[in-house]
């Protein structure tokens, strides 16, 4: 198996093991208990945010809501850190998807002391509550989330291209209508003919400019129909991508236990664990 596709290990010291019980794991009562905990200790921290933002709220209330973010953030720092002494790799946990979420939930509330404002992207922490599949025994999404993410990888090349053309059609129809149109109509500089161009091109149409000559609107007619035909593409390239990866994983069985084992359908037993395969 590729080394960084295993599984964060716990620590082989007895009691680091036994913190890496109750943090990552919830078969046992005080692991499950741990993480339910924590997931009202994140629901309450966004809340918090999201309250603090009304302007009502947060004058009557900023200090104690201010007060509830750095006592829940400093929780959340040390619970990072007993992640890491945990763990028998404390980097692999730090560059996993949890890990990097886990970093960046608590980093605003530091940021908001030199950067005003900064602890509005306390709303991060809302991802760490996709915890909430382990907690439940949700499991069997966590193969429907691989199968996205499959999906996205393989079209990566395709809808990359497309983007690159994407971009070099609305530089080229935001300069044409830069010298159609000009600055009488809106049309200052190419830049913010090109933020035009974007913006028909995808049909949000805020309506701040609008061309104003006839060849102009001939020319945002046809950006116009191509924005709904282009709107297609990506579409079809992920549904594609994306039927292709689920047939893969169809034919696939996973470890309940490692949840990232995969194997053929021949396979009954997890080679890492030795635990009974998902059958389903």
């Known amino acids: 198996m590729n080394r960084t596709s295993e599984p964060v290990r716990a620590h082989d010291t007895p009691w680091r093991a036994s913190l890496y019980k109750v943090i990552f794991e919830a078969e046992t009562p005080a ?6 905990v924590l997931l009202w200790a994140i629901l309450i921290s966004v809340i918090a945010v999201l309250l603090e933002s009304v302007q009502s709220i947060g004058a009557q209330y900023g200090a104690t809501l201010r007060a509830i973010e750095w006592i829940l953030t400093i929780l959340f720092s040390i619970e990072y850190l007993v992640r890491c002494l945990c763990v028998k790799k404390p980097f692999q946990y730090m560059k996993s998807f949890l890990g990097v979420i886990d970093f960046f939930a608590i980093i605003p509330t530091f940021l908001s002391l030199i950067m005003i404002g900064a602890q509005s992207l306390l709303v991060i922490r809302a991802l760490r509550l996709l915890r909430v599949f382990r907690v439940l025994k949700l499991g069997r999404y966590l193969k429907e989330f691989n199968i996205l993410i499959k999906a996205l990888k393989s079209s990566y090349d395709k809808i990359m ?3 690159f053309s994407i971009l070099t059609l609305t530089l080229i129809a935001g300069t044409v209508m830069y010298l159609v149109e000009g600055e009488s109509s809106g049309f200052t500089s190419i830049p913010r003919s090109i933020y035009w161009a974007i913006v028909t091109m995808t049909t949000v149409g805020y309506g701040d400019i609008a061309p104003k000559t006839v060849l102009g609107q001939c020319i945002a007619s046809i950006i116009m129909i191509l924005g709904y035909a282009i709107i297609v593409v990506p579409t079809g390239i992920f549904s594609v991508a994306l039927t292709r ?22 396979a009954y037993y997890c080679r890492i664990c030795g635990t009974a395969l998902d059958l389903g």
Do not use: Q
């Not at 990866?245 to 021949?266: F, N, Q, R, V, W």
């Open 31 to 36: 692991g499950k208990n741990f993480d339910v």
């Open 161 to 163: 291209v497309f983007l």
């Open 245 to 266: 990866a689920t047939l893969e994983e169809g034919s696939k069985k996973y470890c309940p236990h490692c949840k990232i084992s995969a194997y053929g359908h021949d």
